[in-house]
């Protein structure tokens, strides 16, 4: 939901990145936080209709634990290795078996120093950096596995790691600020890895707003086996051989859709500039 929306609606409402207003504030995820506002400026039918926006509150006892009370009312950070929040945005069916699930995670992860839900649809995942962690592909791999093990469905956000302690609450908001983001928009994205997203939420809205970058989109990427091409190639790295091998593609092939490419838009994918370029258009403007 879009942040400014509410706010314009019920004007003695707020927006921050607290999961929880007071017990006489209704609480609602909007794409920039959380919007709170007070049930007593709401009548008995806006109530009702908000209500069914809002996620059921947090238990009690999550918000005992440190790492809660850190990312979420300022506790001071014990001294720890550098430090990383997964978040896991659920949809679960009847039945789901959460004991199980959960456990399965611990024995996942060996350097997690702390999990919680904060709605209970979303999980935070606080671990620490060592040799153990799981590079970014691996960690969406596992919950994919898991998905099926659990007949779930699972979106996955994976932070970057941060060294600092005094500002590591306010870049986990900020994090959590971009995944809530691109969740709205992104909805059927099951992915998120912090560099592609962050680069999405930060610059996708002006380029989405320019008609000049959407011709161009339009001009280039009317073909959508070019758009896999550019993919596979943004993929290897700008290794042809590596990109058809990936499309089971011949190599020749390859290399004559891009030299037609070329010849029509005057790039060089040899260029990563140019090829950093395209990735851009083709991950704001896709599929969209």
């Not at 509410?6 to 927006?15: D, E, H, Y």
Request: charged share 25%; with cysteine; glycine share 4%.
């Amino acid at each position: 939901m879009d942040s400014n929306q509410l706010p314009a609606i019920f004007p003695t409402g707020r927006v921050d990145q607290q999961p929880h207003g007071s017990e006489q504030e209704l609480t609602i995820p909007v794409d920039q936080g959380f919007f709170h506002v007070a049930k007593t400026e709401l009548t008995p039918r806006e109530l009702q209709l908000l209500e069914l926006f809002a996620p059921h509150t947090t238990h009690h006892a999550e918000k005992e634990h440190l790492w809660y009370q850190i990312l979420f009312e300022g506790a001071p950070v014990p001294a720890t290795p550098a430090l990383r929040v997964i978040q896991v945005k659920l949809k679960i069916q009847p039945g789901f078996l959460k004991k199980e699930w959960l456990a399965e995670i611990d024995d996942m992860f060996l350097r997690l120093v702390d999990r919680f839900f904060i709605q209970d649809d979303l999980l935070l995942l606080i671990e620490e950096k060592g040799d153990t962690n799981y590079p970014v592909e691996e960690i969406f791999g596992l919950f994919q596995a898991l998905d099926t093990d659990f007949d779930i469905y699972t979106q996955v956000f994976v932070g970057a790691f941060h060294g600092d302690p005094t500002s590591l609450a306010a870049n986990f908001q900020e994090e959590q600020k971009i995944f809530t983001g691109e969740l709205a928009t992104r909805n059927r994205q099951k992915d998120f890895p912090f560099t592609s997203t962050a680069i999405n939420y930060f610059i996708g809205e002006p380029v989405k707003a320019s008609p000049m970058m959407n011709g161009l989109y339009q001009d280039w990427f009317s073909d959508s086996e070019m758009i896999d091409i550019l993919r596979a190639l943004w993929q290897s790295q700008g290794n042809v051989s590596s990109a058809a091998k990936e499309l089971f593609l011949h190599r020749n092939t390859v290399l004559y859709r891009i030299d037609k490419f070329q010849e029509a838009t005057r790039l060089d994918l040899k260029n990563m500039n140019d090829l950093v370029f395209c990735h851009l258009l083709i991950e704001i403007f896709a599929d969209k």
